[in-house]
């Protein structure tokens, strides 16, 4: 997948984790230093004098916490963020008569809070309606292409797109719509396609923008495959439970995500309404 226009609406919080609190910052710090002063009888002022500037020493370690910001993943999944943005800010009002909200992407490393609750790496990306943010951890990538088989850039560039297709449903209110119902595994498999099938409608425009390559489309096929619930639960313990799917099958996830590739048509994704 070639480069385009990189979003600036990513939050990155990797490296924040673990914080401690500084003595020197703010008025704690001056509060320590003049009980110090009155105690000792001492002018707070040679205190101060003395003391090191903690406040820029936790700033500095927490720079150094903190990983480059323009390192190329991060800029590669701008690139892909500013896409949807791009594509959706037209289509969405075209196909759908709503204007679209560009949502946050939020990278983090470990563990994150949201306004869905406190997640971890584990999770794997998700989206958060409460706040209208996705979150990503690099790490899923790495599982993506070493645990799943499915590597290549465009298979993560599907990854983010899904995400955003949850964003559109937040937007057009049929994730309300599927809580309202009860929220079955039925109904969550059916949301899931939804959103396989508007990353491919993505993909349709995004290839009309001259970013796709050849050998992308078979990536993100094989990336919508390795992610069947199927596929995961014969890797992960042996045997398929379809009345457990809650993503959907390898074959319907690809057979969604293809038909918004081919058609680059919302209407086409009415997973709902077979």
């Not at 990503?136 to 990854?159: C, I, S, T």
């Not at 313990?237 to 038909?259: A, C, E, I, L, N």
Request: hydrophobic residues 35%; charged residues 20%.
């Amino acid at each position: 997948m070639l480069r385009g226009r990189e979003s600036t609406n990513i939050e990155d919080q990797r490296g924040m984790g673990g914080k401690t609190i500084a003595l020197g910052g703010g008025g704690l710090g001056m509060l320590v230093v003049l009980v110090l002063a009155l105690v000792c009888g001492l002018d707070p002022r040679q205190l101060m004098e003395g003391m090191p500037d903690l406040q820029s020493q936790q700033q500095q370690q927490q720079q150094q916490q903190r990983p480059q910001t323009n390192d190329d993943q991060k800029k590669f999944v701008a690139s892909v963020l500013g896409s949807t943005e791009d594509v959706w800010n037209t289509i969405l009002p075209q196909q759908a008569r709503t204007r679209y909200r560009n949502p946050k992407l939020v990278l983090f490393d470990g563990q994150v809070s949201s306004a869905c609750g406190y997640a971890s790496s584990a999770t794997g990306p998700f989206y958060c309606p409460g706040d209208e943010k996705l979150y990503l951890d690099f790490g899923f990538f790495r599982e993506l292409k070493n645990e799943f088989k499915a590597p290549g850039d465009f298979a993560q560039a599907y990854v983010i797109a899904h995400e955003v297709g949850h964003h559109i449903q937040n937007i057009l209110g049929t994730m309300d719509q599927v809580q309202r119902a009860g929220n079955s595994n039925a109904l969550s498999v059916k949301l899931e396609l939804q959103a396989d099938c508007y990353a491919g409608v993505w993909a349709f425009y995004a290839n009309k923008q001259g970013l796709l390559e050849s050998g992308d489309y078979e990536e993100a096929i094989r990336a919508a495959g390795a992610v069947g619930d199927d596929s995961i639960q014969s890797k992960t313990q042996g045997y398929v439970v379809p009345d457990s799917f809650t993503h959907g099958s390898s074959r319907d996830r690809m057979t969604w995500f293809s038909k918004g590739v081919q058609s680059g048509d919302m209407r086409q994704c009415n997973t709902f309404g077979r």
